[in-house]
């Protein structure tokens, strides 16, 4: 998906690299696909394909990175990983190379501690589909030069992407604001409420994909990999319900799987009903829609305030965008800040009050929101 915005949107050469040479073949028939279906609607000639395929090249070891300007990864969320990665760029680069991490949510300086040249390392985020999905968050570390920020926030740009530039946090703003919306429908999920009235819920509120389906769609076994790094630098406050292991020792990563909470076939997905068994759950339809999604909205809410306080967002304007275009917040609410203002901060703050007597500290509000409430403040002016 990145090569294929980087050749296709903004006109530049690309070299993949993968360690098997069916990584490569994949990414090229995963370009060509995208761009034939372009082909058949008439947007670009037979020719253009052709000319676009050919900047898309690839290979197994570092042949032609010593003309790259930019190297983005996308290896695994391992930190030892990404700092093999690191090193083996900076001896194969050049020496202005710029070093793009698309991690999803270990902290950019714990990668650049393996840099020789930390002012080239830099985070660049992407979302997945990435030729789909409009955002990019751009990660400094406190030793990223400017021009390396500029370089990439540009680079993005072209890509055809609206980048935010966000804090060196785990999670940094858009994961972290989801982490807590999904570990709160798990427990949901977990109190006996069935899965397609859950997902339902949440579809009716406005989110494009019910929270059980996007955890299938991303991958039970990626959910397992950030949830430890969130709560080991954020806290015990990002610890969900034990799940991700009961359904991985059965082979349910979701959709890659074949199977998850639903399971998928060639002709439709359908909630598998065995799942309720293995996490022993007896589902019954007790709270209304309205009730659930709002149940776990408010952690969203609550920790986008938290983002703000501690500068891991520059403004509720980037908050709010980062929302719309990374989870798919219901745009017509204006993102967690327009709607908290629309709510009204003193709600909001009163709402989180009810729901931490009724299911847990969790739902404390944070210092900032009570703050606000207090003092009559909203975020934005008008």
Known sequence: GISHVTATK????????DIANDGILNAVAYN???LDKKRKRRIISKAELQKQMMSITGGIDYTGFNHADVVIEAVFEDLNLKHQMVKEIEENAKAETIFATNTSSLPIHQIAEAAQRPQNVVGLH??????????????????????????VVALAKKQGKTPIVVGDKAGFYVNRILAPYMNEAASVLLSGEPIEHLDTALLDFGFPVGPITLLDEVGVDIGAK????????????????????ILLSDGRKGRKSGKGFYLYDSKKKAVDKTV????????????????LAMRCTLMMLNE?????????????????I?????????????????????????????LL????DKYGERFKPCDKLVAMANEGQSFYSV
Not at 229 to 244: N, T
Not at 276 to 291: F, H, S, T, V, W
């Open 10 to 17: 903004a006109g530049y050469p690309v070299r993949i690299k």
């Open 32 to 34: 060509y696909k995208l």
């Open 126 to 151: 992407y979302f997945s589909p990435v030729e789909k999905m409009p955002l990019v968050e751009v990660i400094p570390h406190a030793g990223t030069s400017p021009e390396t920020v500029a370089t």
């Open 226 to 245: 950030i949830m430890p790094i969130m709560v080991e630098e954020l806290g015990e406050r990002f610890k969900g319900p034990d799940v991700f292991d």
């Open 276 to 291: 309720y068994k293995l996490l022993n759950i007896k589902p019954e339809k007790k709270a209304n829609g309205m009730d």
């Open 304 to 320: 986008a305030a938290r983002c703000l306080d501690e500068g891991v967002i520059q403004s509720p304007r980037d908050g709010d």
């Open 322 to 350: 980062g929302a719309i275009f990374g989870i798919g917040f219901p745009p017509f609410l204006g993102g967690p800040f327009r709607y908290m203002d629309l709510l009204g901060i003193k709600r909001v703050v009163e």
């Open 353 to 356: 009050d009810e729901h931490a």
